[in-house]
């Protein structure tokens, strides 16, 4: 029996990270002590006032629909964030809020892109921008970053690459799967250019060394994707939310209602709080993360793993295992099957992204260090 699955649906390539995460799971169900160095999520709990905030939701009966742009309250306190963060003005008005940062993105592509419309991304990229692009019908087109250079677009190597189909360059500082930065220059050239910019600015706030910068203060045509999950480690709580400039704010707005309804009304409110009193919280995470990413890359660079530009942002460190395999799927499941320590192949991230693997220190200092010298000892055996 033939199934009629749409040729849509299958055009989604299944993740890489995902078969890996599954196989670390059934080993750990056969009893084996797994280090998971994969994951792309916070390992501390969410703060306290946040959960706070949502129980009080909950007891007070924030329990039904909300405005399909979300609460005003929640959209005056990320316009006074941006304020206050970038002394950049974002009219409230213009942020609709979603239920997670992932039907941001698709809400956006539906409205921006017409079947065949390009969008460039970088290659490596985090694993499902293409997906995105590709459901509405529209086509990535991918440049190529290089280790060398931070993994940062080329302003030359994007002109190169626009066409008459071109509808939006996308940029995403810090990077997943890198951790590195754009520079400011890079940004303000990359913002004078013709194509609206999507700038993914979920990993802001989680910068150690450098600046970060939104795109906002380089110009106003252009969309901007943030969200909850990654610096207040509210990954399961699903709260995002996109900023728009004003012509595409109602027809995303129609999308919502009719896709999404609404965001969340108890968890907006606990957005509110993560925005107004979890600033000691992230300042103790984020010192945390810092410690752990020099511990990493002091390690990972011992090891004999490539790291040119050192990332100073989210958690992530891309590191060059060329010398190792240039199949970094196969390489990640022999390094679980062998050492059980879980890493990302960099295939997942595009073709440029072979050959490097991704690791993550959202995890303790002490799972950090075993995994370090599991991966030692791994590669003394397989010499």
């Known amino acids: 029996m033939i199934l009629p699955i749409s040729e849509r649906a299958q055009r ?39 959960k706070d905030a949502l129980c009080r939701a909950m007891d007070e009966g924030h329990t039904h629909y909300c405005h399909s742009l979300g609460l005003p309250e929640l959209r005056r306190a990320i316009s006074d964030y941006y304020q206050r963060t970038y002394a950049v003005a974002v009219d409230p008005d213009h942020i609709i809020i979603t239920p997670g940062t992932s039907p941001a993105m698709l809400l956006l592509f539906a409205a921006l892109l017409d079947p065949g419309d390009q969008v460039i991304i970088s290659d490596p990229h ?18 190529p970053v290089f280790e060398e250079d931070g993994f940062q677009f080329r302003p030359d190597a994007i002109r190169q690459k626009i066409t008459a189909r071109t509808q939006a360059i996308f940029i995403n500082s810090p990077s997943n799967p890198t951790g590195n930065l754009l520079s400011a220059a890079r940004m303000q050239e990359i913002a004078a250019m013709r194509p609206w910019i999507v700038s993914d600015e979920i990993y802001h706030g989680l910068v150690y060394e450098g600046q970060e910068h939104s795109i906002l ?25 996109l900023i728009a400039p004003k012509p595409f704010v109602r027809p995303i707005q129609k999308l919502h209602q009719n896709f999404f309804i609404s965001a969340n009304s108890m968890i907006q409110r606990a957005g509110i709080a993560a925005l107004t009193q979890a600033g000691a919280d992230v300042a103790r995470m984020k010192a945390v993360y810092n410690d752990r990413r020099k511990f990493m890359l002091a390690r990972l660079k011992a090891l004999g793993f490539g ?46 992204g072979e050959g490097y693997l991704r690791f993550s220190y959202a995890n ?12 030692e000892a791994y590669l003394r055996r397989e010499k």
Not at 322 to 331: F, G, Q, T, V
């Open 12 to 50: 989604v390539k299944p993740s890489a990270t995902l078969s890996v995460t599954a196989r670390a799971a059934e080993l750990r169900a056969a009893g084996k002590n797994v280090i998971g160095l994969g994951a792309g999520e916070p390992d501390f709990d969410t703060p306290q006032s946040i």
């Open 126 to 143: 985090y694993a499902c921008y293409p997906n995105f692009i590709r459901f509405v019908e529209g086509e990535p087109v991918c440049i």
């Open 217 to 241: 203060e380089y110009t106003d045509k252009a969309f901007v994707l943030n969200g909850f999950s990654k610096l207040y480690a509210m990954t399961g709580l699903r709260l995002g939310y």
């Open 307 to 352: 790291i040119t530009v050192e990332p100073t942002g989210a958690f992530y460190v891309f590191a060059n295992a060329r010398h190792l395999s240039n199949n970094s799927y196969e390489l990640a499941f022999d390094i679980l099957a062998k050492a059980h320590v879980g890493v990302t192949p960099g295939i997942d991230f595009g073709q440029n």
């Open 364 to 375: 303790s200092m002490e799972n950090i260090a075993e995994g370090m010298d599991r991966l």
